[in-house]
């Protein structure tokens, strides 16, 4: 009875031996974590006024492999937007993969960063709003990736510029004189509100058609047309006058150098007066000449 109790103890303990290491094998087999690639951004929105370039700074984290892994690369933005991905330093080398080396056992994963450039092209001046970027990272069956977003705000840029691209004109005294201007919008939002004032000399009256303009669309334009009466005593000579259009976003001004020129009725009185001048001193001259 002992030695059967012997032997099934001695049977069970061997046993035990050999499943053991199996069943640890087992287990640490279910407990090994998968192979990741983990995509992170201490800053995934960037804010810019229309035209300005975006660098985003991401970090690369590999964890649950044993041997370095090379990662392909892409990114994806908005369309005709211009997308690339450069190391940290030198950041005028554009890198399409990167070689990730795996955590240590018992030690966190290393992080690697790249940045991230995206910019609109530079004859486009894209409309206020959310523009999504979309970065990847693949190795075989490993992939992550992470979404960025550039924030555009409004720009806004006007111009006041003379139609004929002649920032003098001239003028005659005491008689309408009439200037056309055109208001231009180089931003990427409407200005609204427009009105219009100037800075002349006394006695001068400068009147505009239209006197203000609701709103001018970005990328346009619109005409107004500026009529310069100087009084009608006015000295002729060169004056300069400037006109300001003020809207709810922004305001800019012009100066217009404006030759007065009197009127013709005038240069007419001016000559019958020297004809009578003359002619009184050629009776003079006669009249004593006799004598």
């Known amino acids: 009875m002992k030695l ?48 300005t370039s975006f660098e985003f700074e991401v970090d690369l984290k590999y964890e649950g492999g044993t041997e370095a ?22 950041k005028d080398k554009q ?3 990167i070689r990730i080396e795996p955590a240590l056992p018992y030690q966190a994963a290393p992080v690697t960063k790249i940045l991230v450039s995206v910019s609109p092209p530079y004859w486009l001046l894209p409309e206020p709003g959310e523009y999504h970027i979309t970065v990847g990272a693949t190795s075989g069956e490993v ?50 509100d427009i009105t219009f004032s100037s800075n002349k000399p006394t006695g001068w009256t400068i009147e505009f058609s239209p006197k203000e303009i609701g709103s001018v ?3 346009d334009s619109q005409t107004v047309e500026v009529n310069i009466k100087p009084p009608a005593k006015t000295i002729a000579g060169d004056y300069q006058i400037s006109v ?21 009725i005038w240069g007419w009185v001016g000559v019958a007066i020297i004809v009578v001048v003359v002619a009184g001193l050629i009776y003079i001259f006669m009249r004593f000449s006799r004598r």
């Open 4 to 51: 059967r109790i012997f032997i099934g103890l001695s049977l069970l303990l061997v046993s035990l031996l050999v499943i053991s290491p199996a069943v640890a094998v087992l287990a640490q087999e279910e407990e090994a974590p998968p192979e990741t690639i983990t995509m992170t951004a201490t800053h995934t929105k960037l804010e810019g006024v229309a035209g």
């Open 95 to 97: 890198i399409l993969d």
């Open 244 to 264: 300001t259009a003020k809207g709810k976003q922004i305001e800019d001004d012009m100066d217009i150098r404006v030759s007065v020129e009197t009127p013709t």
């Open 69 to 90: 892994r090379t990662f392909d690369l892409t990114v994806s933005g908005p369309q005709d937007w211009m997308t690339y991905i450069t190391p940290t330093y030198p």
């Open 217 to 219: 669309a970005a990328q």
């Open 143 to 192: 992939s992550g990736s992470i979404d960025l977003t550039a924030v555009v705000t409004s720009t806004y840029i006007m111009a006041l510029a003379p139609a004929d691209e002649r920032y003098n004109t001239t003028a005659t005294a005491g008689r309408d004189n009439y200037f056309t201007i055109e208001v231009q919008n180089n931003g990427s939002a409407a200005i609204d």
